[in-house]
């Protein structure tokens, strides 16, 4: 079993940075954690994907409306995963989920179906 707990959510100024974090505790991490990601859901939306990274850190895919602006980073050593985001707009209002899982980065990272353990979420607020 694995428990991730988010923090770095807030409030922040259009074009502003804020910085998640997923701290893992639990066992069988190179299992459980193999892929990584973060998913985010706004008010009166469906869940989508934001970014995913592999065990290594080696491949990191991002969606459409976050590329350029966000990073995917993961410190093993500290069963860490980070969401650096950058040149924030309104519309990355959300609470963004932090998830992980068994699942092969290649298998298609933006399914949900690969992800096992879900945090329970960070709030951020970009106002205009």
């Known amino acids: 079993q694995v428990q991730l707990v988010e923090s770095g959510g807030g409030l922040v100024q259009a074009g502003g940075s804020l910085r998640l974090s997923c701290a893992a505790s639990?066992?069988?991490?190179?299992?459980?954690?193999?892929?990584m990601g973060w998913f985010r859901r706004a008010p009166g939306k469906e869940r989508e994907f934001v970014a995913a990274i592999n065990w290594s850190g080696s491949s990191a895919g991002y969606a459409d409306s976050v590329k350029g602006r966000f990073t995917i980073s993961r410190d093993n050593a500290k069963n860490t995963m980070y969401l650096q985001m950058n040149s924030l707009k309104p519309e990355d209002t959300a609470v963004y989920y932090c998830?992980?899982?068994?699942?092969?980065?290649?298998?298609?990272?933006?399914?949900?179906?690969?992800?096992?353990?879900w945090g329970q979420g960070t709030q951020v607020t970009v106002s205009s």
């Open positions: 998830t992980a899982g068994s699942g092969s980065y290649y298998s298609g990272y933006t399914q949900t179906r690969l992800y096992d353990y």
């Open positions: 639990g066992r069988s991490f190179s299992y459980n954690l193999n892929l």
